[in-house]
């Protein structure tokens, strides 16, 4: 009985040293098992410099912005609207606009009409108001300007169907100049960033863009990463 006994004492000793040998092999195993990569998430939701509101004028390296024959690979650095301060004055105007129909409760100047061609009235002048405050609205949006690593881009949106657009590679930039003028220009942050270019390229002007020294700090960062990549394609 004893005999038996230390047998199954030892039996019982085997087995937990063979499963803790296991063990440790499985342990060693997941260890030395290379770790799978996750693909992190788009790093540009990450980083707190990205802008994704579509409606900022100073837009650091928007998401999901393209223009018209934009290459491939080219992204775009800044993306500039006109200052908000700056459309003050149609919102007035649209707002003056909006309420003049209400003067006429206190000065009856369609009276002479009937009441039909007085509700005809009001109505096309509230419709002439909804036009001049989407004219107004669409050329504040769609007029930009975009700085991609490859080159510049004003794009002026007069209306619908009329747009002028002009361009001038980075590497033929020669000088910025910015201006910041007016109490408006002071206390809001906002002005004109001048662009001067060479040869045949017209001279682009940014007019009263947020930020203007930092514009023209990304500019001067641009043309510099230019100039030095320049050398290295000639030498290789």
Known sequence: MVDLYVAQNKRNKQKEEHKETVS????????????????????????????????????????????????????????????????????????????????????????????RFQFIAVLFWYLITTAFILEETLSWFFSVYIITEKRVIDVDFHNIIHREISEARIDKIQDVTRRVGGIGGTVFNYGDVQ?????????????????????????????????????QKETS
């Open 195 to 231: 662009i001067q270019t060479a040869g045949a390229s017209p001279n682009i002007v940014f007019n009263l863009v947020p930020s203007p020294v930092r514009v023209s700090g990304v500019l001067q960062e641009l043309r510099t990463h230019t100039e030095h990549k320049v050398p």
């Open 24 to 115: 440790d092999e499985l342990e060693q195993k997941d260890e030395q098992r290379p770790v799978a990569q996750v693909e992190p998430e788009s790093e540009l939701r990450k980083d707190p410099g990205h802008t994704h509101n579509p409606l900022a004028t100073y837009a650091y390296r928007p998401e999901n912005v393209c223009f018209v024959n934009q290459e491939p690979q080219e992204r775009v650095v800044l993306l500039l609207r006109r200052h908000l301060v700056t459309n003050i004055t149609w919102v007035l105007i649209a707002t003056g606009l909006a309420l003049a129909p209400l003067l006429f409760t206190w000065f009856p100047i369609l009276s002479f009409l009937p009441g």
